[in-house]
């Protein structure tokens, strides 16, 4: 929501501008994390779906895992789907922000392993996507409660009108 409501100070060309750039910053973030800083071992991969979640019951830091993969997506699902032009529907902005993110993840564990750069796992894809998905959705979220603290605005002041009328 915060971020949201520095965004709505900005002309509409500016936050554009600044999420697109944001946005780059964040998949750079991310390439770096997961395939440019790594050194090359052996080919693996998991493509069992929530195999890492059954695993977590044995392994409780899997689940520290599995958060921070869904963290490492949440800005790039923010940024993203606030750099779209305002004019097309939120669901849309939602939806499209939701598809690119799971083509980029899939494709990071794609070259994972296929540079041996650690682990490809079906449930990285999973989580990141979720991530993205709720960082796109924090839209609708905050809109959502600008819409109520409108209706409770415009409802104060229609009654603080009507009063006013009825007192005159």
């Known amino acids: 929501a915060g971020w949201t409501a520095l965004c709505r100070q900005l002309p509409a060309k500016m936050r554009g501008i600044l999420n697109a750039l944001l946005f780059c910053v964040a998949v750079g973030t991310i390439l770096c994390a997961t395939l440019l800083l790594r050194t090359p071992g052996t080919s693996t991969a998991v493509l069992t779906p929530f195999a890492a979640l059954a695993a977590a019951r044995q392994q409780?830091?899997?689940?520290?895992?599995?958060?921070?993969?869904?963290?490492?997506?949440?800005?790039?699902?923010?940024?993203?789907?606030?750099a779209l032009p305002r004019k097309w529907h939120r669901w849309l902005r939602i939806i499209l922000t939701t598809l690119v993110s799971s083509a980029l993840s899939a494709g990071i564990e794609y070259a994972q392993y296929r540079y041996a750069l650690g682990m490809a796992e079906v449930d990285d894809v999973i989580c990141n996507t979720l991530g993205a998905f709720i960082g796109s959705t924090s839209l609708l979220?905050?809109?959502?409660?600008?819409?109520?603290?409108?209706?409770v605005r415009h409802t104060n002041m229609t009654l603080t009108t009507t009063e006013t009328q009825f007192l005159h």
């Open 60 to 82: 409780s830091e899997l689940y520290r895992e599995m958060l921070m993969n869904v963290f490492l997506f949440f800005p790039l699902g923010l940024t993203f789907s606030n």
């Open 141 to 151: 979220i905050a809109h959502a409660i600008e819409k109520s603290r409108e209706r």
